[in-house]
């Protein structure tokens, strides 16, 4: 499989154009993302398989780990190819306990952004997301000072386009106003279906929107009614879920993540599902529970 084929084809962002299907690099790291993985060397050949798929957008963050994703895909990928971009996020750190206590003082960002430069080690992030609210949404706030300290590292080349993570229309509204914002990833599925609106602001914007946990926040029913329509396509949950993203806005990047080389084939495989008007309809009576 190459780019060309790969589900979904390619999306711009910034001033080059990303894969629709992406990979997140949270589940390289140890169980709970905490410390080395069980398999560092299946570790290191699903990054490479990743590549080899065509696939150009890896989604990372210093603090899965802390750094050990990082410092694998280093390993297993440095020298990077041209066309291969690493999405990564700053905004928290871990605790010795493996909690995901906030770090966003601009202080804080700035050590976070050469933190990721040194374990990647690149001279310049392509793209950096700051992460404001909790893993499930958006809290209500100011971002500006934040985004600002952001602003100032990608003015200095140390980034080269600037993301925002579980944000709300407002912030990106804010953060649009300090600096050019190429991607908004939020909680966002087949069941979760707050941020609609931000889906197609976005899409009218010409911004990605990458949507994580495909199959996160489910209630027992939805995912009963999830699994019945994959059971008439012959298809996992999964495989269904990417599928139905896929065809929800034509800015909308994946980046399912996976410990296995045969899981991210079949993830990539599964996003390409073909879905008939009528099982989209199915689909979309789930977000409306």
């Not at 590292?153 to 990106?172: E, F, K, M, P, Y």
């Not at 990833?185 to 941020?195: L, S």
Request: a negative charge.
């Amino acid at each position: 499989m190459t780019t060309s084929n790969l589900p979904g084809g390619r999306y711009p962002v910034g001033d080059f154009e990303l894969t629709r299907v992406g990979y997140g690099a949270m589940q390289l790291a140890g169980p709970h993302v905490f410390g080395p993985p069980k398999d560092r060397d299946e570790a290191i050949a699903v990054l490479r398989a990743v590549v080899e798929l065509g696939i150009n957008h890896i989604d990372t963050s210093d603090y899965y780990g802390p750094y050990v994703t990082n410092e694998i895909i280093r390993e297993a990928l440095s020298p990077y190819p041209e066309d291969l971009h690493l999405v990564t996020k700053v905004g928290a750190r871990r605790d010795e306990q493996g909690g995901w206590p906030s770090a966003r003082s601009p202080e804080e960002l700035r050590q976070q952004v050469h933190d990721n430069l040194d374990h990647l080690g690149l001279e310049a992030l392509d793209v950096v997301n700051l992460r404001m609210g909790g893993f499930e949404g958006a809290e209500p706030g100011s971002i500006a000072e934040q985004f600002t300290a952001l602003a100032e590292l990608r003015q200095q080349g140390l980034i080269r386009h600037l993301g925002l993570s579980t944000v709300n229309a407002d912030q990106l509204a804010e953060a649009q106003a300090i600096a050019p914002v190429v991607c908004v990833q939020n909680m966002y599925n087949v069941a979760r279906r707050g941020d609609d609106d931000l889906v197609d602001l976005t899409a009218r914007q010409g911004i990605a929107f990458v949507p994580y946990f495909p199959l996160g926040g489910f209630s027992p029913l939805q995912s009963g009614e999830l699994d019945t329509v994959a059971k008439q396509l012959d298809a996992t949950p999964l495989a269904v879920a990417l599928a139905w993203l896929l065809h929800r806005s034509p800015n909308i990047l994946l980046i399912p993540g996976t410990s296995s080389v045969a899981h991210l084939r079949e993830n990539v495989a599964g996003a390409g599902l073909e879905l008939s008007a009528d099982a989209l309809a199915e689909l979309d009576k789930i977000g409306n529970d």
